[in-house]
């Protein structure tokens, strides 16, 4: 199996040589992370220079589907990547990252062990990812446009709500709609269930104003007034909103949010295995957990460094003082061999 | 002999970097896609394997038809609005427009857009047609509508709208170069034996001008039919066209293989309407010139 695939990678990369002309030069001292905007925040990352010698280059990813493709299509671009928790299971399985040697990790033991210990970084005894940042896909709403709170994910099939409905287009959209047909096992759903919730979305389309792909796109459409109530990376959004002067409210329904959590993995066959633990170090330190609070509005992973730079109001706002809040999420699993059906369905709403 | 040889050698110098080109960049990644298609999606990736499974699933889960004859649907309407806008402009530059100055001013008014990227062509219509966009404040203080209307963007019709904006220089310019090499001695002489205006347009000029239509037909369609930002920018939830289900067949469901036979599937459609035209503009000259 290894084999097979290491075989498949090897192929793909000589395609991509070819493809590409050239092949971009490992150097030694160079870290080029792949990984979600405000991840390698300059406020983390010059210090880290300064005081590492080690340069990184960072390359934005719009979504978690783009972390797998740009792997399989060649290594030796990449050191480090930041994939979401449902996504890194893939990527272990095909042998596209390493594990981690966690002793070299100094603040380890401080991370929520609930992450520590998730399926989606853990591996035959081995460990494949540090645990970085965390959060909810909340709900959110133009709070002028409503009276009465919305409580529940109910409200995004209110046809009063015509043309003001928006939904992220990712397979999420179908737990979603899973979780409001009662179906709570999201992650497992059968084909019934699937073919339900597919239903649901469908009947729900007419409302919708337009399915937003990226942060940017959804903040744009509240902005122009197009939408009123969506879900949202809880605290990514409703901030930069705010900064543009519009009130929108986050809520958890009463069906229950999703959960997400990033991990940094280390990309196999990586040069710079040295820069890679001190980036990865710094990174659940103060310095970098602060970092992502600060810019991205999100929750860190390692609540031991968060207390020590958040302010107690910060602390609070991003429940790392709650673990049962944590405990409450859904958080988002691997689908497997399921992805393509889950996928599948999420195309064919579209598709009607 | 020497010299023949010679130009022979330069002939095969000149020939030899767009041979490598089209090697390297067109018949290579095809012939990759080709193979991909066979192979078979299995989890985490896919692997090697020869057998026909992607191309019955393109044939049996209903919804790669539908978004298929979306595509079509929408790539026919962007032509045939692009045909009704640039044929007349075409006209009334050629026949209308006697100062050479104004013709070419004219003229580059519908090419220079090219120039300009077609992300941001595309984007500019999201601030004209949104509710809060630049349409609907001019209805709303014109009286024309009460309050503003969302039904100008995210949809199809918005979709249609910005792909012929986007397109349509393609089929100015062949009807253009075509309506000006008919010689005007031919409407002359349709109009001396007696033909109205009318009659000359619908027996001489239109039936010459064939070529030029079927070239901006076939480009504006192929090009719309490619499209995947339009429905990004503009579209609404039923906007997805069938590049856009090849992007995430090969980003979100990781199945390289099922995207491989949808790209080409789309290929071969491509490929047949070029060849039609082909025809087509074949059976247009052996007629009429």
């Known amino acids: 199996m290894a084999n097979r695939n290491s075989r498949l990678v090897t192929s793909l990369s000589v395609v991509s040589l070819l493809m590409t002309g050239t092949a971009p030069a490992f150097a030694e001292g160079e870290l080029n992370i792949l990984t979600w905007e405000g991840y390698a925040d300059a406020s983390a990352i010059e210090p880290f220079e300064k005081e590492t010698g080690c340069k990184v280059n960072a390359t934005y990813v719009g979504s978690n589907d783009d972390f797998a493709p740009k792997l399989a299509a060649g290594g030796g671009v990449f050191d480090l990547i930041s994939p979401s928790i449902d996504s890194t299971a893939p990527l272990i399985e095909a042998g596209f990252v390493e594990p981690i040697d966690t002793s070299k990790i100094a603040e380890w033991d401080n991370i929520y062990e609930k992450f520590r210990n998730s399926g989606g970084i853990n591996k035959d005894g081995e460990v494949y990812g540090v645990p970085y940042a965390w959060g909810a896909i909340a709900f959110m709403y133009l709070k002028d446009k409503f009276e009465t709170p919305p409580t529940s994910i109910a409200e995004l099939w209110n046809p009063d709500l015509e043309g003001k409905v928006s939904l992220w287009d990712d397979k999420s959209a179908l737990y979603v709609a899973a979780r409001l047909n009662g179906d709570t096992d999201i992650y497992n759903l059968t084909d019934e269930q699937l073919d339900a919730a597919k239903k649901k979305l469908a009947e729900q389309r007419p409302l919708i104003r337009k399915y937003w792909s990226t942060a940017g796109e959804l903040v744009d459409l509240y902005a122009a007034g197009e939408v009123w109530i969506s879900n949202t990376w809880a605290g990514y959004q409703s901030s930069l909103l705010a900064d543009k002067g519009i009130e929108v409210v986050e809520f958890i329904p009463e069906e229950n949010a999703e959960g997400w959590m990033d991990s940094f993995m280390i990309v196999k066959g990586t040069p710079n295995e040295d820069c890679a633990y001190k980036f990865l170090n710094m990174a659940v330190s103060e310095s970098g957990q602060c970092a992502v609070a600060n810019v991205n509005g999100y929750s860190v992973a390692n609540p031991v460094a968060a207390k020590n730079c958040m302010t107690p109001e910060q602390f609070v706002a991003l429940h790392q003082d709650d673990p049962d809040y944590l405990d409450s999420l859904l958080l988002w699993e691997n689908l497997g061999e399921r992805l393509g059906d889950y996928t599948n369905a999420w195309n064919a709403v579209k598709a009607e | ?289």
């Open chain 2, 1 to 289: 002999m020497r010299l023949a040889t010679r130009n022979r050698l330069s002939s095969g110098g000149v020939l030899s970097l767009p041979l490598v080109w089209t090697f390297l960049f067109l018949f290579i990644p095809y012939a990759i896609l080709f193979i991909y298609s066979f192979w078979e999606k299995k989890f985490p990736t896919f692997v090697p394997a020869f057998q026909f499974g992607n191309y019955l699933e393109l044939m049996v889960d209903p919804q790669y038809v539908r978004v298929l004859l979306r595509t079509i649907k929408i790539a026919g309407l962007v032509s045939l609005l692009s045909l009704l806008l640039a044929y007349p402009y075409a006209y009334f530059l050629v026949h209308k427009v006697k100062r050479p100055g104004v013709k070419l001013v004219l003229y580059m008014a519908v090419v220079l857009p090219l120039w300009v990227s077609y992300l941001l062509r595309a984007y500019t219509w999201k601030t004209i047609l949104g509710t809060q966009g630049i349409l609907n404040s001019f209805l709303v203080s014109t009286g024309i509508l009460s309050e503003p209307s969302s039904v100008f963007l995210y949809n199809q019709t918005a979709m249609v709208v910005t792909l012929t904006y986007v397109f349509i220089p393609f089929m100015v310019m062949p009807i253009y170069a075509a309506l000006e090499k008919i010689p005007g001695s031919l409407t002359e002489a349709s109009r001396d034996l007696g033909m109205s205006a009318i009659q000359t347009f619908v027996r001489v000029t239109l039936p010459l001008s064939m070529p030029g239509v079927i070239a901006g037909f076939t480009m504006t369609f192929c090009l719309s039919f490619g499209d995947f930002i339009a429905p990004f920018l503009v579209g609404g939830p039923d906007g997805m066209m069938i590049a856009n289900v090849i992007a995430t067949q090969f980003g979100a469901a990781l199945n390289w293989p099922l995207g491989s036979a949808l790209a080409l599937v789309m290929l071969v459609i491509v490929l047949t309407i070029i060849t039609l035209s082909d025809r087509l503009q074949g059976v247009g000259r052996g007629k009429y010139a």
